[in-house]
């Protein structure tokens, strides 16, 4: 695979050559990025090379987020701080956007018309009922509606973009629209009821050592509006931590795009490929970065895709006060909303308001490292970066320097994640193709902060959907281009396995 450490300037003018609709989308705007000199591009990939040295920290590897990174909080708010380096007069937007963030919406028309507009259907009341403490959801306990898991809905088919190549072209289900709304304002029937249900698929390792996997079965009962088509492809998608997202809008796309390498020419058995989605703020293609799948370009449209999408909200970018509302359901398109005609720009969701909210979205800080000079978390980093993780998961990037958002401009970053698309095997396909994303591909999910998550979120659940109730287990699941790498963490003797997973705890 192409490494941006490793002949830069030669993968960018491959890259662009060979796809010019990645090479157009190297424009990073809106974000206000000056350009680097040769000399900083060098000193740049000198910077981000992988260590060969695993016998101590390497500098500044604690600061996960540089500047931006803060000290670790002992409570379930390590990831509900600012910016480390925010200045005092910018905090006010941060805690404004925290406002917003919590609040609970109601539905219309309502007394509080600043906080009306819900639904009519809804998979949540606030921003935070999905992201609990700005951390990850959680799968729903037996006879629990969820809140943070929801799923997506899509048949084969639709127009795809002309200008993207190799889309994937799905379209809503024609009835129940992108995802399952499993809350209905009152007078409204939610759209249904999701069901899981777990099997066990127990994994030997190679000492004899049994972990137990359990594998989900996903279903939707109580069907208001009639039986889905038959071809309707569901994904599960659970809600995920929300800190270092302004850092990774800020990488440059020319540094991500120079570790695609759709065809393996390296021979490593791993293609990352970049996901070029419709930006609904800049009104183009744009390289997608957030979601899952990758499915949104930047903050300001992954915030606003959800207010439309998950509470039935409009805002500028969705200015449809039905949310995910199909043209089926009339009695939901014409339901009260909350859009003001004299005020508030005529949305439920104005455009201050969506900018504070992505303001604190983009600002949500990465809490420092842990042990990173323990032996055995140095055993687990060097165990890391052999078994070829790294291949995915791309240690340290930095980002562009920035005109106006100097939280985010010119740090030395640790995400552990290279932003892009991979084939993840059978065992983790939801078989439902997103833009350029197959039915077996997932983006690489940012590790930092991992380690915290039973601390912020009360649980220990991870992959896309919860499935996977510790780390180890959250390797197991992996397959595809990852799949070497989960066959030698099986063949691992227990000391070795305990300090792969020591390491992942210290991010």
Known sequence: MIRHWSGLAAALGAVALAAPVLAQSLDDSPLAMLPRSKAEIARIAAVVAPTRDFSKAEAFEVKSAGAATVRVRPTADAFSQFSGNMAFDRQMNFNLGNALFTKTWVPSPSSTRASDGLGPLF??????????????????ADGEKPVSLFLRLSVPGGSAPADIKDWLATQPEPVYGGQLQNFAVEGHAAEGRMQVSYADVPVILADGAVVTLRAPDYAVADAAYGP????????????????????LEAIPAADLLAQVDETDRDGDGISGRASVVPSAELARPALG????????????DQTAAAFSGDMGLSTPLHPDPWGDCSAAQDACRTAPDGAE??????????QQSLDLVTFYARNLAVPER???????VLRGKELFYSLNCTGCHTP????????????????????????????????????????RATGREWKTPPLWGIGLTAQVSGHSEFLHDGRARTLLEAILWHGGE????RDAVVALPKPDRDALIAFLESL
């Open 370 to 376: 842990r042990d990173v000079d323990a032996p055995q």
């Open 123 to 140: 998979n949540a009341r606030g921003c935070q009922d999905c992201h609990l403490k700005d951390g990850r959801g959680h799968t729903p």
């Open 341 to 350: 005609p004299d005020s508030r720009d005529g949305l439920e969701v104005d």
């Open 228 to 247: 889905m088509r038959d071809d309707v492809q569901l994904s599960p998608r659970i809600a995920p931590q929300m800190i270092g997202l302004g850092l």
């Open 482 to 485: 990852a799949e070497a790498a």
């Open 396 to 435: 340290k990037h930095v980002t562009a320097r920035l005109a106006d958002q100097p939280e985010q401009s010119f740090q030395l970053i640790w995400p552990y994640t290279d932003l892009l698309l991979h084939d993840m095997g059978a065992g983790l396909a939801d078989n439902r193709p997103e833009g």
């Open 289 to 300: 970065r957030f979601g899952l799948k990758a499915g949104a370009a930047t903050v300001r």
